[in-house]
């Protein structure tokens, strides 16, 4: 089965950059997307189509691919950032849905 | 207001059944593919399946962990999507998310918890 690949946690101290990855693939072909998923709250989307922005969500998130890679780069970390985050694709049939394992933000 | 509201989790035990609905307002929802994501306690975000819109076919796709024990259906007259659960296992344990992509950001409901345990 498709798999989609982030590290376990990423930690980083306020104002500084976090940069979390995403592998798989298919990731060329197909978008990738990114939730932050907060304890006791539905998941939040925070990137879609690999590098747009949802209105809302503060200009310090962005994405960017290469190759099959996709990162989620959040430049200026605040304490509220702290959360999981998981990215979102589809197999390279577009019809499975996947997500990464998720990734642990820890803001020192 | 665009909103998702699921209803329907509780306690049953293995093997039992459950059936979950979701009530879609706001939106065009005929137009719309509609998704069940889990999270089982202490776990990541796990995709269910989908249904995809009457228009665009209405198929239903699984994933691999439920395909032949749950079954999704949509009532367009009603604006509602269901997930039909049997042969449950410990394993289904989690909160049950109702999902659409109809538009950005995406919408999500609050979620529905179903505990499965003897």
């Known amino acids: 089965s498709y798999e989609l690949t982030q590290p376990p946690s990423v930690s980083v101290s306020p104002g500084q950059t976090a940069r979390i990855t995403c592998s798989g693939d298919a990731l060329p072909k197909e978008y990738a997307y990114w939730y932050q998923k907060k304890p006791g709250q539905a998941p939040v989307l925070v990137i879609y189509?690999?590098?747009e922005r949802p209105s809302g969500i503060p200009e310090r998130f962005s994405g960017s691919s290469s190759g099959t890679t996709f990162t989620l780069t959040i430049s200026g970390v605040q304490a509220e950032d702290e959360a999981d985050y998981y990215c979102e694709s589809t197999d390279s049939s577009g019809t499975y849905v996947v997500f990464g394992g998720g990734t642990k933000l820890t803001v020192l | 207001e665009v909103q998702l509201v699921e209803s329907g989790g509780g306690l049953v035990k293995p093997g039992g059944s459950l059936r979950l609905s979701c009530a879609a307002s706001g939106f065009t929802f005929t137009s719309a593919w509609m998704t069940w994501v889990r999270q089982a306690p202490g776990r990541g975000l796990e995709w269910v399946g989908r249904?995809?819109?009457?228009?665009?076919?209405?198929?239903?796709d699984y994933a691999a962990p439920v395909k032949g024990r749950f079954t999704i259906s949509r009532d367009d007259s009603k604006n509602m999507v269901y997930l039909q659960m049997d042969s449950l296992k410990n394993e289904d344990t989690a909160i049950y998310y109702c999902?659409?992509?109809?538009?950005?950001?995406?919408?999500w409901g609050k979620g529905t918890t179903v505990t499965v345990s003897s």
């Open positions: 999902t659409t992509r109809i538009r950005i950001p995406d919408v």
């Open positions: 189509e690999d590098t």
């Open positions: 249904v995809k819109s009457n228009t665009d076919g209405g198929t239903k």
